[in-house]
């Protein structure tokens, strides 16, 4: 055989080959058939008798070794640029044709109107003899290993601090506590449905109001001062018996009060001395843990009565000795500085509040008559933020200003004498500057200390993961980078000062990445460094194994490895980025408008590689209309054309956008006949490729069409994929609470086992790293990189407990929350925080809701509510057929009401038909089932987010029982049932990108 002209050395870069049969016979060809057979592999018979083989991807072969005569790819059109003058020669066109050169002759075949041959067909299963496994008895249970607990040491808020309320009495103890018949009745509550909750919208002003606490006999004193006295004058007087005093009795009655005043600032406490609250001076560093938690840090409310009893004291004479009290403090804490009595001056000293910061909502410090109780702890920095230091009624701006100096001096001389704790101490505790302290214990090589410091503070998370990394605590910098989504700041932070530091923090965050199956996160961490790009070709080829956009985005940066070129894989990798642009189908499913895009900022390493690309990028930019949706489209074509053929660049017009369909939401029909397999989650990846869970069938990954592209026999009721893309955990009910997890790598199509879980649910999906799961009545959040469960992070639990499921997107998530007022009453609220550091942004209480919902419905009958994770509720109200309507008459069919709580306005949808469950949700993208009017088939109304326009309907016929699902991943929804039906569509519903039963083939 004649290799085809274009060939190098003998070699060829096929697409597939031409058997002649009639020549070597059926047997030898299908022997060669087997050899060369893959997943998706076409067979066809050409008319004179010989077969045609397409292969799925390319292979590069000896022209006289091959099997067969082979084909090459070839441009749209006319064969120009085809196989040359050789006497045999074959060629495919990107638009399905294939051109047979022979004897000087050339033929051209439309290759989808050629018969099919199924190589299945060759298979004789006679005389084998069928064996049926039998169970030899049920299978035990697996066990759940425990699992270990690696949450950081977060404080706790201690809420009766924060709002200045002392510990409860006895007798309020005893009045809140629960009976026995209210225990009974909680019990006989479904722990699964909100209920209960108060119809109003707060608590009154007089049940939230922050009362100072005052010691017994301090209290007995004030009341005296404050309601007898006033009150014995006024009788006395009414009755006539002080006319003969030549004293004013209103005088007296207002010099008690203000004496009771007086006497409450002065020996009035903030309840945090005994258990909660901020207090003047370095008391605030000493608060009790809450049970079950880490000691938790000041973030006190303004106490704003006993500001005012300080104002209001400084009105009466009582404030000169208040002036020479505190005078003489300020006298004797100077001398002890100026002495260098470093232990009793820094343990008598007054924290100064922030005041460019403010330290309290109000913006400036409260007043306090009180002098600072004297530090009893260590003389270094506290790690974790402290509340708001009081300021000193007399510590005006000169006084401020006065122990600013005071401090600054004795830092400066503490670091000089190499008291490095007791001058950090000074910066971060007493000038509220915990940024200086951090860079003085940076400077002197604490650098450990540094880190605790700036974590407990909250300073930047670059500052953190940079300490953290110099220190040599590297796990710890990186859990920290991740959490806080700081790996680019802090590599670009340590490059100022330490750049091989730097280079080792970026391939640190390429191996994180990596090993969440984030293949092309890897590439964009560690390619701003020439020298590093060489680590990350194994992920370039994996990420183009996954295909779609993920390989339009790793095949540019590919083609710009000068490595690459050097070794014979840089024309394989052309010919395979040339295929993709030239190649049919929706651009966004094949990845060539990514690829296109991507090719215009990043040339390819060899000149004449890049203009060839260039120039076909250009091309499919014009066929496609554009670059892709949200792209610089022009900036970028004029990038392709500057580097593109200059004949060719001449020639094109400029991408005009395709028209977009308009008008009323589509309505999609899913296919009339349930499938041979059940469905019981199911996913459309970027690729277009649909991940299928079929149960105790395992899981399937199928064409758009339904076409099997790989079979794992992992058992598989759910699946939680990764962000990315590349990669999803299968997880197995082995019964109630009780899970079973494997990894799932997508380039590689490999399962691996991972571990036995108790969890009531899973977020549907992950980042690839942290893993979401309800359990213990909390969140927990999973290291899924780790050889067994370790929680990195916990939520909820104690007296807040979380009611149904968790919904999640990669910036954020939303479940929603049961928990015990103060007056230890249920409060049902929507909690949702932000990703991945798990910041808590709002809390919206929607008692009143479910409230009137469970009052107009029975409990028993009525769909859970759900929670979306950009905040709000979704309830639904069943309504039976008889009801009145609006208009007075009634109700002929049955109808439901799908209500939407948020910040929004409330809004509601009403639909025809009786739901029977709740909304099935991912993310903010939800759908709402209903049986059709004719009972034989399901409708699913769907939405995207609270309060939105409804999107498109999906209509599964020959249906009933489970509600349809939904799942939202790459910018599409994928809408499935257990019959084996899976429905795909652009993420706005305008587009069908999938529509399949699921069979065994």
């Known amino acids: ?52 083989l397409l292969l799925p991807e390319p292979v590069r072969t000896r022209a006289d070794l091959a099997p067969g005569l082979p084909l090459e790819r070839i441009g749209h059109g006319a064969p120009t640029g085809a196989p040359g003058p050789g006497p045999r020669s074959a060629a495919v066109t990107a638009d399905g044709r294939l051109v047979l050169t022979e004897g000087g002759t050339t033929v051209t075949r439309v290759v989808a109107e050629l018969p099919g041959l199924d190589p299945a067909d060759w298979l004789d299963p006679t005389g084998l003899a069928l064996h049926r496994p039998r169970p030899l008895g049920a299978a035990p249970a697996p066990e759940a290993p425990p699992v270990e607990d690696s949450v950081p040491a977060v404080a706790r808020p201690d809420l009766r601090a924060a709002a200045g309320i002392g510990p409860s009495s006895g007798r309020a103890r005893r009045l809140t506590a629960e009976t026995r018949s209210a225990r009974a009745r909680r019990a006989r509550r479904p722990s699964d449905r909100p209920s209960g909750g108060r119809t109003g919208s707060g608590a009154p002003w007089w049940q939230t109001a922050r009362p100072i606490a005052l010691g017994p006999r301090h209290a007995v004193v004030v009341v005296v001062l404050l309601m007898v006295v006033p009150l014995l004058f006024v009788v006395l007087f009414g009755l006539g018996l002080l006319k003969n005093l030549e004293v004013d009795p209103g005088g007296i009655v207002y010099a008690s009060i203000a004496a009771a005043l007086a006497y409450g600032a002065l020996f009035g406490r903030r309840a945090a001395r005994d258990g909660g609250g901020a207090t003047t001076g370095h008391a605030a560093t000493a608060a009790p843990a809450p049970a079950g938690g880490t000691p938790a840090p000041r973030r006190a409310r303004r106490p704003w009565l006993g500001d005012l009893l300080a104002r209001l004291t400084l009105r009466t004479p009582a404030a000169h000795l208040l002036h020479r009290r505190h005078a003489r403090y300020l006298h004797d804490l100077t001398r002890a500085f100026e002495q260098h009595r470093w232990d009793d001056a820094l343990r008598d000293a007054l924290p100064l509040a922030d005041r460019e910061r403010g330290d309290t909502a109000a913006g400036r410090p409260w007043f306090s008559l009180a002098l600072p109780k004297r530090f009893a702890g260590q003389l270094r920095p506290t790690p974790h933020r402290v509340g708001p230091a009081a300021a000193n009624a007399f510590s005006g701006r000169t006084v401020h200003h006065h122990l600013t100096e005071l401090y600054r001096a004795a830092a400066e001389r503490l670091e000089r004498q190499g008291r490095f704790d007791e001058a950090a101490f000074v910066l971060a505790d007493l000038l509220a500057a915990p940024a200086e302290a951090v860079a003085l214990l940076d400077r002197h090589g604490r650098l450990t200390q540094a ?231 199911a996913v459309l990846l970027a690729s277009g490729s649909v991940l299928v869970a079929c149960g105790q069938a395992g899981a399937r990954l199928l064409t758009p069409d339904g076409r099997t592209r790989a079979h794992w ?51 549907p999906s992950y980042d690839g790293h942290r893993l979401i799961a309800a359990a213990d009545g909390g969140i927990v959040v999973l290291d899924t990189t780790a050889p067994r469960p370790v929680a990195v992070w916990r939520e909820l639990g104690g007296e807040e407990r979380l009611l149904g499921g968790i919904t999640r997107t990669a910036g954020g998530c939303a479940a929603l929350v049961r928990s015990l007022s103060t007056a230890r009453s249920p409060l049902t609220e929507v909690w949702r925080w932000d990703l991945p550091g798990w910041e808590l942004r709002a809390r919206q209480r929607v008692d009143d809701a479910l409230t009137d919902l469970l009052s107009r419905t029975d409990p028993a009958d009525t769909p859970d509510p759900v929670a979306l994770a950009a905040g709000g509720l979704l309830t639904v109200e069943p309504l039976p057929a008889g009801l009145l309507d609006p208009d007075g008459g009634t109700t002929s069919e049955d109808r439901t009401v799908l209500r939407w709580t948020s910040d929004l306005p409330e809004a509601e949808l009403t639909v025809e038909g009786r739901a029977v469950l709740g909304p099935a949700a991912d993310g903010d993208h939800w759908a709402l089932t209903v049986p059709t009017p004719d009972g034989t088939g399901l409708r699913a109304y769907t939405g995207t987010g609270p309060c939105s326009e409804p999107g498109p309907t999906v209509l599964v016929p020959n249906a009933a029982g489970d509600r349809i699902g939904v799942r939202h991943h790459a910018g599409a929804v994928t809408y499935w049932h257990r019959s084996g039906r899976v429905l795909a569509t652009s993420a706005d519903g305008t587009a069908l990108l999938a529509d399949l039963r699921v069979t065994v083939r």
């Open 1 to 52: 055989m004649n290799a085809p002209t274009g060939s190098a050395g003998g070699t060829v870069l096929a697409v597939g080959f031409v058997l002649d049969v009639p020549l070597i016979g059926a047997p030898e060809a299908a022997e060669r058939v087997l050899d060369l057979w893959r997943a998706d592999a076409r067979l066809c018979e050409l008319p004179d008798g010989r077969w045609l």
């Open 451 to 681: 880190a605790e410091l700036a974590e407990g503070r909250e300073l930047a998370a670059e500052l953190v993961v940079r300490l953290w990394w110099r220190s040599g605590d590297r796990a710890r910098a990186v859990r920290t980078a991740h959490r806080r989504g700081a790996f680019a700041t802090a590599v670009e932070r340590l490059a100022a000062t330490d750049p091989q530091a730097a280079r080792e923090l970026r391939a640190a965050w390429a191996e994180h990445c990596r090993a969440a199956g984030d293949r092309l996160g890897a590439v964009e961490a560690v390619w701003p460094d020439e020298a590093l790009r060489p680590s990350v070709a194994a992920d370039l080829r994996d990420a183009v194994a996954l295909g779609g956009p993920t390989r339009g985005r790793a095949l540019p940066h590919l083609l710009a490895m000068p490595q690459l070129f050097a070794l014979e894989a840089g024309s394989a990798t052309r010919a395979l980025a040339r295929a993709v642009l030239d190649g049919d189908g929706d651009p966004n499913t094949t990845g060539r408008s990514v690829l296109a895009a991507t090719l215009a900022r990043l040339p390819a390493a060899d000149p004449a590689t890049d203009r060839e690309l260039a120039t076909a990028a250009a091309r499919a930019a014009v066929r496609d209309g554009g670059l892709g949706r949200g792209v610089a489209e022009h900036s970028l074509f004029d990038r392709l054309l500057a580097r593109a053929d200059p004949l060719t660049a001449a020639d094109l017009p400029r991408p005009r956008p395709l028209p977009r369909p308009v008008g009323a939401a589509p309505a999609y029909t899913a296919a009339d006949r349930p499938g041979t397999l059940p469905v019981l989650d």
């Open 713 to 763: 026999d992992t058992p598989t009721d759910r699946l939680v994929l990764a962000d990315h893309g590349g990669g999803a955990l299968l997880v197995t009910d082995h019964g109630p609470d009780l899970l079973g997890l494997a990894h799932l790598d997508l380039a590689t199509r490999t399962v691996r086992p991972w571990t036995t879980l108790r969890a009531r649910h899973l977020a």
